[in-house]
């Protein structure tokens, strides 16, 4: 069993109910059981994820590629769960995560039988479904949906951030989900933005070019307006004054400029507070007058 499996099957047993919920539109309602169980009856067979829920049982089962077979698969594990609970409804769903289109069957229709389930695929549902979802492996999960027409690197750029936020600074935890996505997204070629993305929220921006840049550009800024004040006072104190006082507001300048670009990559207020010591108001400022 390959990484891309192992991981998604870890997504979606941490989210059974709520892929269920948002994703199948199932109702859940009071406690989930989860069952794990291995079906022997012909071979071991480890199903994703079965869990019930009231007087349902909910299959769900993940995958990567298209199965020539997989029709009868499900048959198989319906008839495996029907033996063990004959009195509950059954729902059966088939997550599908793969870069290919999906090409399996849904259904069975021969001689006398009629039998059917439901087909996910994760690249019919729009990613902000689960981007702005409150559990951070939904969030994960979004890498393998619908972007639309939005920036491929924004959009990355966005669950990496939102990992960061729901994970509180628990690094472990960040590097756990981070992991995840960096799997699930050789489903969607998106390993560049993945990687890109990871740097952009590492990085000690006070290190970065464009920061420098600004700083030194603040300090031309300001030097050249201290002396322009300085000759107008005519003394020799007041040049001293008001070099000092133009460095001061040129490295403001200069690191307002470093916060309007970290805002235009958005990267979050917190960490450009914390980066550039502007205060919450000034950055809010800011933002709003790039929204403009």
Not at 169 to 184: I, P, W
Request: proline share 1%.
């Amino acid at each position: 069993m390959g990484d891309k499996d192992i991981v998604s099957k870890e997504i979606i047993k941490e989210i059974g109910r709520d892929i269920s919920m948002h994703i199948l539109g199932i109702d859940i309602k009071g406690e989930v059981t989860l069952i794990d169980k291995e079906w022997t009856r012909v071979e071991k067979r480890d199903s994703d994820i079965v869990f019930k829920n009231e007087n349902r049982v909910i299959h769900i089962e993940i995958q990567n590629s298209n199965h020539p077979d997989m029709e009868l698969r499900m048959l198989r594990y319906y008839s495996d769960i029907l033996f063990e609970y004959k009195k509950c409804e059954i729902k059966q769903y088939l997550v599908y995560i793969g870069k290919e289109r999906c090409r399996m069957k849904n259904e069975i229709k021969r001689d006398d039988i009629l039998y059917k389930y439901g087909i996910i695929d994760m690249k019919d549902i729009a990613c902000e479904e689960l981007l702005y979802h409150n559990n951070p492996s939904a969030v994960a999960l979004s890498i393998l949906c619908d972007f639309g027409e939005k920036d491929k690197q924004l959009v990355v750029n966005t669950i990496l951030q939102r990992l960061k936020e729901l994970t509180n600074g628990d690094e472990r935890e960040y590097r756990n989900y981070l992991k995840k996505v960096n799997v699930l997204s050789t489903n969607r070629d998106l390993e560049k933005e993945v990687e890109k993305g990871t740097k952009m929220l590492s990085v000690d921006v006070k290190k970065t070019p464009f920061y420098k840049m600004g700083i030194r550009e603040g300090r031309k800024v300001g030097i050249e307006e201290g002396i322009e004040k300085g000759i107008e006072k005519g003394i020799e104190r007041g040049i001293e004054k008001g070099i000092e006082q133009g460095i001061e507001k040129g490295i403001e300048r200069g690191v307002e400029r470093v916060a309007i670009a970290m805002l235009k990559s958005n990267i979050d207020i917190n960490t450009i507070h914390k980066t550039t010591t502007l205060t919450m108001d000034r950055i809010n400022e800011l933002k709003l007058n790039l929204e403009k």
